[in-house]
């Protein structure tokens, strides 16, 4: 928008505060939404976000899928997708090196995360060494490719004094009426499950259920999971 007449030195000045006041509360904005340490979405815009991205999903209308796109043909085997990463042995990194060798690597962490996945899909940090991925429109045969993609990428990473770093992954297909909180818990049975049987791997929750490998947990206190 134009303005036809040449502003005043105390119209520019008014002008000037107002941009500031407005950069200022976007600052805010952002701040609130994103981890400090990583600058990943944090966990507090997750139930929001995934409920987005699931209605965008039905609508058939989802991020970064443009009209006359063969991706955009409605397909029942592409989905989202939703991960739970979490770092092995985390604990005994913050112990071994400290916590700012810890916060190097969780950092590091997140860039690794950040060239491994396109914009339309949704990083974040949940808190401590825990992250969560949103997956967009991805084929089912592909989806663990894609995650054991970002494992064997950090794993083949030197992380600085500490060297080699890996992580467990758990994920799952999101569905039609899905609640975050619902999918959140059987990514996280995946996870639990690569866990306990190895660490270093991804795990899907529909091929382990199909399987018949999942079972209830059992926390051992003499057994260090995470």
């Known amino acids: 928008m134009a303005c036809g007449t040449e502003l005043s030195a105390l119209q520019q000045r008014?002008?000037?505060?107002?941009?500031?006041?407005?950069?200022?509360?976007?600052?805010?904005?952002?701040?609130?939404?994103?981890?400090?340490?990583?600058?990943?979405?944090?966990?507090?815009?997750?139930?929001?976000?995934?409920?987005?991205?699931?209605?965008a999903f039905q609508r058939d209308d989802s991020p970064g899928i443009r009209p006359g796109d063969q991706r955009a043909v409605p397909d029942e085997h592409c989905n989202h997708w939703l991960a739970v990463v979490d770092i092995d042995h985390f604990k005994r990194i913050n112990d071994r090196f400290g916590h700012l060798y810890g916060d190097e690597v969780l950092v590091l962490l997140a860039r690794l995360m950040r060239s491994s996945f396109r914009v339309s899909d949704r990083l974040y940090r949940f808190g401590g060494e825990e992250f969560a991925i949103l997956l967009d429109r991805t084929p089912q045969g592909h989806v663990h490719e894609v995650f054991e993609r970002l494992r064997t990428a950090i794993q083949e990473h030197h992380?600085?004094?500490?060297?080699?770093?890996?992580?467990?992954?758990?994920?799952?297909?999101?569905?039609?009426?899905?609640?975050?909180?619902?999918?959140?818990?059987?990514?996280?049975?995946?996870?639990?499950?690569?866990k306990q049987n190895g660490r270093n791997r991804v795990c899907g929750f529909e091929s382990l259920k199909a399987g018949d490998l999942l079972q209830a947990k059992q926390v051992n206190a003499d057994v260090e999971l995470f």
């Open 14 to 55: 008014l002008l000037v505060g107002l941009l500031r006041i407005y950069s200022n509360h976007l600052a805010i904005l952002e701040y609130s939404e994103h981890d400090s340490l990583t600058g990943l979405m944090n966990r507090k815009t997750f139930d929001e976000t995934f409920l987005k991205m699931l209605a």
């Open 159 to 194: 992380f600085p004094q500490v060297g080699e770093v890996t992580v467990s992954v758990g994920f799952t297909r999101i569905g039609a009426g899905d609640s975050p909180s619902g999918a959140f818990d059987r990514a996280d049975e995946a996870l639990y499950f690569a």
